[in-house]
């Protein structure tokens, strides 16, 4: 999957990359949401998916002709308020390893399609604006954090981090994540046209390191509530359409919080 990701960043037209991409949160939106579904919905669900693939692809090509619309004051209020909502609710519910009551399942619900759609809009607009390089060093720290996370855990771990919410991670694996995704920041700030240098050129070297830090810990709740949101509904894989690795939503959980924050502390949106 991350073969075919990059492969698709290289090639010249760029349509290739936010299809994928857009195929991707269509089927994160597509997990999320049959969490909450009885089974008689789910075939109508696969086809509101499949709207919603091609509208975003239209609107991508609309995107790419005019950026305009980053600057409108109105999108820029609803995406901070989307994120904002976002992290403190989840964040909230992730540290009291909450089970959600029935007006909170509908919340979650309905919120899966702003959610999707500000991570999906950030990342177009990322793309558009910097191109192949920048979205590789914005992507490369929370696939760093996941797997170093995930090794050092399984090796060193001793502390539970929320055993509550997800049993298997461990404070030690999650120290361990941010340590090399901070590292990976500052590494890569070195090469010009990098997420961490445009940063570093906006915000200076000590309130980057607290974005970055930030950024960190972002991905690592996006996570956590991911599975936060399967003990609720005692579910193992959100999907399984990724043999081996579960569904969508299990494999990009970190990028839906991720990417919206990332645009709003670079200073793309202000």
């Not at 509101?48 to 820029?76: G, M, P, R």
């Amino acid at each position: 999957m991350l073969f075919i990701f990059l492969l698709s960043l290289l090639l010249d037209n760029k349509i290739y990359f936010v299809s994928l991409f857009t195929f991707c949160v269509s089927m994160v939106f597509l997990e999320w949401v049959q969490f909450f579904l009885e089974k008689k919905y789910k075939n109508y669900l696969y086809i509101f998916s499949l709207i919603i693939f091609v509208f975003l692809i239209y609107l991508s090509e609309f995107l790419f002709q005019d950026l305009s619309i980053k600057d409108n004051n109105i999108f820029k209020f609803l995406i901070s308020v989307v994120v904002i909502l976002w992290i403190s609710f989840a964040a909230m519910s992730v540290i009291s390893h909450r089970d959600f009551s029935s007006l909170e399942k509908k919340f979650w619900l309905f919120f899966s399609i702003p959610a999707c759609f500000s991570a999906w809009f950030a990342f177009v607009i990322f793309y558009k604006m910097h191109g192949n390089w920048f979205v590789i060093s914005l992507l490369m720290p929370v696939w760093i954090l996941d797997t170093s996370g995930y090794i050092f855990g399984k090796y060193m771990g001793r502390t539970k981090l929320i055993p509550k919410v997800s049993p298997g991670k461990t404070l030690e694996g999650a120290i361990a994540g941010i340590f090399f995704s901070v590292l990976f920041y500052i590494i890569s700030s070195f090469f010009k046209g990098s997420f961490a240098s445009f940063i570093l050129e906006t915000h200076g070297v000590f309130v980057s390191l607290v974005l970055f830090f930030i950024l960190s810990m972002v991905a690592i709740l996006g996570d956590l509530f991911e599975s936060l949101l399967k003990r609720n509904f005692g579910i193992k894989d959100s999907g399984s359409l990724l043999p081996g690795h579960g569904g969508f939503f299990d494999r990009l959980d970190s990028l839906i919080p991720f990417i919206p924050m990332a645009i709003i502390l670079s200073g793309v949106i202000n």
